[in-house]
């Protein structure tokens, strides 16, 4: 090929766009890996949830954190047709480091709930998960419940 058209070389072009989509690829990975190990800082586990009543829904719910800062959790209850029903923004306090803490928070609920979930927890700030969902015209239960 050398000798018929005078290539001797590959461009340089093409050594250079290689190059740029590697740096690239391995900052995208950089920055995922980061991400995924700030957010194990607080786990959650949901272990059980029970409608006590059409107006109450009591979950409990399981946080580990590695910190002794205070927990910010949120929970929530739907109906049947995934329609928001209640809606509860939690506050657990400080404890030492390696806490592994149970709670039950007793939501309020405007109509009997068919399902309950923790959305999330974070320390120190509230978490970044959806916010409530209602219909328009609707104003969400105060919490938490009080007989």
């Known amino acids: 090929m050398q000798s018929r058209y ?13 190059a740029a989509i ?29 409608a006590v009543g059409p107006d109450r829904v009591d979950v409990t719910f399981q946080v580990v954190t590695d910190r002794a800062d205070e ?3 949120v929970v929530r ?12 923004i939690l506050t657990i306090p400080a ?15 405007l109509a009997p709930a068919y399902t309950a979930e923790l959305l999330g927890c974070a320390t120190g700030e509230a978490p970044r998960v959806p916010g409530p969902q209602f ?13």
């Open 22 to 50: 590697i740096v690239v690829f391995v900052g995208a990975l950089f920055f995922v890996a980061r991400g995924l190990t700030a957010s194990n800082e607080t786990q959650t586990r949901l272990i059980e949830w029970n």
């Open 71 to 73: 927990v910010v959790c």
């Open 6 to 18: 005078g290539l001797d070389r590959r461009p340089i072009g093409r050594s250079i766009g290689v």
């Open 77 to 88: 209850a739907q109906d049947e047709n995934r329609i928001d029903v209640g809606y509860g």
């Open 95 to 109: 404890g030492s480091s390696d806490d592994v803490i149970i709670t039950t928070y007793a939501l309020r609920t």
């Open 135 to 147: 219909p328009p015209g609707v104003v969400p239960p105060d919490q938490p419940y009080a007989p």
